[in-house]
């Protein structure tokens, strides 16, 4: 078992609702990542972070924003949740040393009404 | 362009039947190339990976791929398919330090 955790699992919100996507692992691993995912599309890659302080944005425009304060957290906040919001969310961790071998949490499914 | 094609959206077998998930990426270099599996309500998992080397690769839960340089492929393989391998289907590509997706085969597992 993997030991990175999403919380909260599911979330119904309102229009320009502050939001925060919590993710933690507790397996030192230096490198987090972020990933949008809808149904029948590819996993894209919206902010990812190689280490404390170091966040950089993906291939996916998202104007959601990630914070690195401590290695084990990388949260994810909206400030103000669109419907065009709505989907899984997925936290990743990985080595520095292994790329490429991923992490992941259940996700975070988000609907903003 | 970076690409990873899962030309199968989804892909019905019977229990016990043999199985084949095709991936095709589109790399000058030799890549690093992953399948992960996702089931209902749970993150993805890792299978098995592709470096360098052999070019067909064990992974766990009985699941196999076998790198094609020539077709550009990298497709999944397990001989018999159990109802617990319901799921969906990743294939990745590893372009420098950014790992690319496919965009999924639902495997459906019929009794």
């Known amino acids: 078992e993997a030991d990175i955790y999403q919380t909260p699992r599911y979330l119904v919100i309102g229009t320009g609702k502050k939001i925060t996507l919590e993710c933690s692992q507790t397996m030192g691993h230096d490198k987090m990542y972020w990933y949008q995912q809808d149904p029948g599309m590819e996993l894209h890659l919206i902010h990812y972070s190689y280490g404390v302080n170091s966040t950089e944005k993906g291939d996916l425009s998202s104007e959601s924003t990630v914070s690195r304060i401590r290695t084990e957290h990388f949260p994810l906040t909206l400030e103000s949740a669109r419907p065009s919001h709505t989907s899984q969310y997925l936290c990743?961790?990985?080595?520095?040393?292994?790329?490429?071998?991923?992490?992941f949490g259940e996700g975070s499914r988000l609907t903003v009404l | 362009a970076q690409s990873v094609t899962q030309p199968d959206i989804h892909i019905t077998v019977s229990e016990g039947a043999s199985l084949e998930l095709r991936c095709n990426y589109s790399?000058?270099?030799?890549?690093?190339l992953f399948w992960y599996v996702q089931s209902p309500g749970q993150g993805l998992q890792l299978l098995l990976k592709?470096?360098?080397?052999?070019?067909l690769v064990q992974g766990i839960k009985g699941f196999e791929a076998e790198f094609k340089r020539s077709q550009s492929s990298f497709n999944l393989r397990k001989p018999s398919v159990h109802w617990s391998d319901a799921a969906e289907y990743f294939c990745a590509v590893l372009y420098g330090n950014k790992l690319v997706f496919g965009a999924g085969t639902i495997l459906r597992v019929k009794s």
């Open positions: 990743a961790s990985s080595l520095g040393e292994r790329p490429g071998e991923l992490f």
């Open positions: 790399y000058g270099a030799t890549p690093y």
């Open positions: 592709y470096f360098s080397g052999d070019t």
